[in-house]
């Protein structure tokens, strides 16, 4: 009984030296932010395009304005093409790709537009591995748009 006391009492003291000592304390890592702004956007407000942190990537919402004229393409087909290209290339600031995402949130002005939107979308993947989305009816979007974009991607 003595013996089982004494050794007892040694882990304890061993363990106690180990815990001061910092041998068995958690290390936290504070992953490493990067903001990225795309140079020339359309809109200038107070927001960033989107924030690395880590390696997820919390991309901020987009509407489909042409960077060109500053204004809304007429064509729905263009709007949708001109909003992903935005995403893709903020995405490509961030070293990722479309196929990087996971989680897309799509706020639309029509929800009768949900038809001419997917096959567009889904062209934008290399994979059928979509990520996960939301396809929500919204009131007005800046800009006269009909589509506003956000999501977040974490890099493979």
């Known amino acids: 009984m003595n013996r089982r006391m004494g050794f ?7 363990g106690g030296i180990l815990t001061a000592s910092g041998m068995f304390s958690q ?3 504070q992953p490493t932010r990067k903001v990225i702004k795309l140079a020339g956007g359309p809109i200038t407000a ?18 489909g304005i042409d ?11 263009d709007e949708i093409k001109v909003l992903l290209d935005g995403e893709k290339e903020v995405l490509a600031q961030a070293g990722m790709t479309m ?7 799509i706020a639309c ?19 059928k591995d979509y990520p996960a989305r939301e396809f929500i009816g919204a009131g007005s979007l800046l800009a006269g748009g009909h589509f506003e974009l956000q999501a977040i991607a974490v890099k493979r």
């Open 8 to 14: 007892a009492a040694i882990v304890l003291v061993v």
């Open 27 to 29: 290390v936290t890592i």
């Open 46 to 63: 107070p927001f960033s395009d989107a924030i690395l942190s880590g390696n997820t990537l919390y991309l901020a919402g987009r509407i």
């Open 67 to 77: 960077p060109k004229t500053g204004k809304v393409p007429e064509k729905i087909e």
């Open 99 to 105: 196929d990087d995402l996971v989680y897309v949130q």
């Open 109 to 127: 002005t029509d929800l009768s537009l949900f038809q001419k939107f997917n096959p567009i979308y889904a062209s934008y993947f290399s994979t």
